[in-house]
């Protein structure tokens, strides 16, 4: 009777047992960066209802971060702005711009504009605003130069392990008091004398047991 395989089949099963055993490092490898937020999140830039420009408003303008994100220094949560803090300036800059259509909508409805979220940590994680802000870590150490940007994206992945590398080295990120809100600051040549210094005055010791973030 003749053969129904050929003899090339006779491999197959090595073959097989070989791709399983590759597939089976390589899947880890691509789970561990294609499902992290490194690549999920970092880049994400929803579009807002109204192109609110902060490369012009804090960039060019100057604007403080406080003015819009008001108590981001006493508070957990950096605030959005009311439609109010909008119209502060609107009621006579540009009153009559079409993009500005649902600005002045939801000043004459009282109905709060819905802005899209960018920056999130999970639910079950903990994180203030104030505790950091206090320490000197400045705004753009988590969001990046927002005083460049159009609109604003994300560029850190605000994982677990990228805020355990911060807490176990905060002193790259460590700025004098009046840096804070500057969002172009780079860090000075003497940044790791400098950054002792603000460690040693304020006391600086950050956690990294896990009730520090999951409570």
Request: aromatic letters at 8%; proline letters at 9%.
């Amino acid at each position: 009777m003749a053969q129904i395989f050929p003899k090339w089949a006779n491999k197959l099963p090595a073959y097989s047992v070989g791709g399983i055993a590759v597939a089976a490092m390589i899947a880890p490898l691509f789970v561990w960066y294609y499902f992290s937020p490194e690549y999920t999140d970092v880049g994400y830039q929803p579009h807002q209802p109204v192109p609110y420009s902060h490369k012009l408003h804090v960039g060019e303008l100057g604007l403080d971060c406080r003015y819009c994100h008001v108590g981001v220094e006493v508070a957990a949560v950096a605030s959005v702005p009311p439609t109010q803090v909008c119209m502060n300036c609107h009621q006579l800059v540009l009153r009559d711009s079409e993009k500005l259509a649902p600005i002045r909508k939801s000043a004459e409805t009282g109905d709060p504009m819905r802005w899209v979220r960018v920056h999130k940590v999970p639910e079950y994680a903990f994180f203030d605003h104030s505790v950091h802000i206090s320490a000197g870590v400045g705004c753009s150490s988590c969001h990046g130069d927002i005083g460049d940007m159009e609109e604003v994206r994300q560029v850190e992945p605000l994982s677990m392990g990228w805020c355990l590398q911060c807490h176990r080295d905060p002193d790259p990120h460590l700025r004098p008091p009046e840096q804070i809100f500057n969002t172009r600051w780079v860090a000075p040549e003497n940044q790791l004398a400098l950054a002792a210094e603000i460690r040693q005055s304020r006391e600086i010791a950050p956690p990294e047991d896990c009730s520090a973030c999951h409570r």
